[in-house]
């Protein structure tokens, strides 16, 4: 394995629409910390949930498409992804394809076959695990001292354990480390591994309104300021669906929902084109001026 | 109550399928509850993921694959992850949901047409293509009023592309469809 802290990189297909802020704030963050992320070439869709639900050997097919595109990038130690989609896809397939009888049945499917050489982690884990918590304080410009945030991972970034291998699988905390070592403060978040709805918003309106509604109540209750999530589809529900959630169970939420990359950006110092703080649909603007002036008084 | 005659409608050869193509033993299941205790989408449920796997322990195949539950379960891996017996109680909604579609049964319809839409436009284009995505979702359901709402919200932002991110090469996307079929997987 390279020394270098170089990735393959999957950015997914929400990263080039509704989670551009993800991407560009993930491509900068990593940067910051001396990542290299070189793209997967030409990546195409890991299948996201809609394949496994049809066919378990489509859907690491089209996972294992990628698998073997970044297999053939020189000198890299993993494949990393920002989205948790994604990256069970990728896992799930990486571990089902080491039977072999599988793994025959899905290069069937393909035009290169996988060989399984490299490991899958989320952006998440590999800044914890390769460039780790203390590395990141001593870059911090900015400090988000006094952000109340509610840690939020969605249900499937530490789920199953066996096939995720990463964090706790009730309560994860890694996102809580990092915003703790920029400064913020993350609060109790007793629901920090349930489901927000998932891909439903389209189909069943009223499953997102019921359970991501559950998580902006929880993060009021809890005190906190802002959610900080690292899933695309989580967000999406959180922060576009916001108006429709409060309209339909009677809530006022303005709870600013971030990426954790958004926010380790911040306090990194990169510029505002990269974070991409004006995509988001709950704006953010009047905590972060208010997070400002709270410094300063402190400061004079 | 349902009282349901084991003799005459145990369907063996069912939940042996179910076992071989989810890898799962089913009549490890002893009703404990927990899967059910900490599924999120029960409120919706026609059928309690735990009696979903007793009915399957009781080879009920009808009753199953005409239920909603498998179509609106998330795979959001509670189950999976809190069962106490191992079992990967997701797999197995995974594959009721595969038997399902299969034999042509649909009892959540939008649910499947999303589906269909998300995976034709990862056929056509190799990549999910959000917009192109919502407007085949629109014309397969007739919904005109989907999410309409949202547009001025999101619309502003640039982050909804009005034409595909193609892949390089999406006949090459399109073949591994292409193949699944003509493997006619069963
Ligand atoms: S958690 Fe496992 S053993 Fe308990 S009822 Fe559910 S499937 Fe059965
Ligand atoms: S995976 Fe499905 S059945 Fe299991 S807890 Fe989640 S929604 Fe419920």
């Known amino acids: ?20 802020e993800y991407d560009t704030s993930t491509r900068a963050v990593c940067q910051a910390l001396g990542m290299e992320l070189v793209d997967i070439p030409d990546w195409s869709c890991c299948g996201s949930s ?8 489509l859907s690491s097919a089209l996972a294992g498409r990628n698998l073997a595109l ?20 990728l896992k799930t397939a990486a571990v089902r394809i080491r039977k072999p009888e599988f793994a025959a049945e899905v290069n069937r499917l393909l035009d290169k076959p996988v060989r399984n050489t490299l490991p899958v982690k989320s952006v998440l884990q590999a800044i914890i695990e390769d460039v780790g918590v203390d590395a990141v304080r001593p870059k911090v410009f900015k400090w988000l001292t006094g952000l109340k945030l509610a840690p939020y991972y969605g249900c499937i970034m530490n789920r199953p354990p066996e096939i995720m291998e990463f964090d706790d699988h009730e309560n994860p905390v890694a996102m809580d480390q990092l915003m703790e070592a920029v400064g913020a403060e993350p609060v109790a978040f007793p629901l920090k591994v349930e489901c927000c709805g998932a891909s439903y918003g389209v189909a069943r309106r009223d499953i997102v309104q019921t359970l991501s509604g559950k998580l ?13 999530t690292a899933c695309p589809l989580c967000q999406m529900n959180l922060d576009l669906r916001q108006d429709q959630i409060n309209s339909a169970n009677k809530t006022s939420h303005n709870m600013p929902v971030f990426y954790f990359t958004q926010l380790l950006g911040l306090a990194l110092g990169i510029g505002e084109k990269d974070l991409g703080l004006s995509k988001l ?20 | 109550m349902n009282v349901i005659s084991l ?10 399928r179910v076992e071989k193509e989810s890898g799962q033993k089913v009549s490890l299941c002893y009703q404990c509850g927990n899967c059910t205790a900490g599924c999120p989408y029960t409120f919706v449920y026609d059928i309690p993921v735990h009696q ?6 009781a080879g009920q195949k009808q009753t199953l694959l005409s239920c909603r539950s498998i179509w609106l379960c998330a795979t959001c891996q509670s189950c999976t992850t809190r069962c106490p017996n191992n079992i990967d109680v997701a797999h197995v909604m995974d594959t009721l949901r595969h038997m399902a579609r299969r034999e042509g049964q649909d009892t959540e319809y939008g649910v499947k047409s999303f589906v269909d839409s998300f995976l034709e436009s990862v056929e056509k284009n190799g990549r999910a293509f959000e917009m192109g995505l919502l407007v085949s979702f629109i014309m397969k359901t007739g919904r005109f009023w989907t999410d309409v709402d949202l547009a001025p919200k999101i619309l502003p932002k640039g982050k909804l592309s009005p034409l595909p991110h193609k892949v390089k090469n999406p006949a090459a996307i399109a073949k591994i469809f292409e193949r699944f079929r003509q493997e006619g997987h069963k």
């Open chain 1, 70 to 89: 970044a297999e053939m990038l020189e000198d890299v130690r993993a494949i990393i992804t920002p989205c948790p989609s994604c990256l069970t896809n």
């Open chain 2, 52 to 57: 979903v796997m007793r009915l399957l322990q």
């Open chain 1, 50 to 57: 809609p394949a496994h639900t049809v066919d378990h050997r």
């Open chain 1, 1 to 20: 394995m390279s020394t270098r802290l170089r990735y393959a990189y999957y950015p997914g297909c929400s990263g080039l629409g509704t989670s551009k």
């Open chain 1, 216 to 228: 902006l109540d929880m993060a009021a209750l809890n005190g906190a300021d802002a959610m900080v």
């Open chain 1, 281 to 300: 649909c709950v704006s953010p603007k009047a905590l972060l001026d208010s997070l400002e002036a709270r410094a300063e008084r402190k400061a004079g």
């Open chain 2, 7 to 16: 003799t005459a409608s145990r369907d063996l050869d069912f939940i042996a």
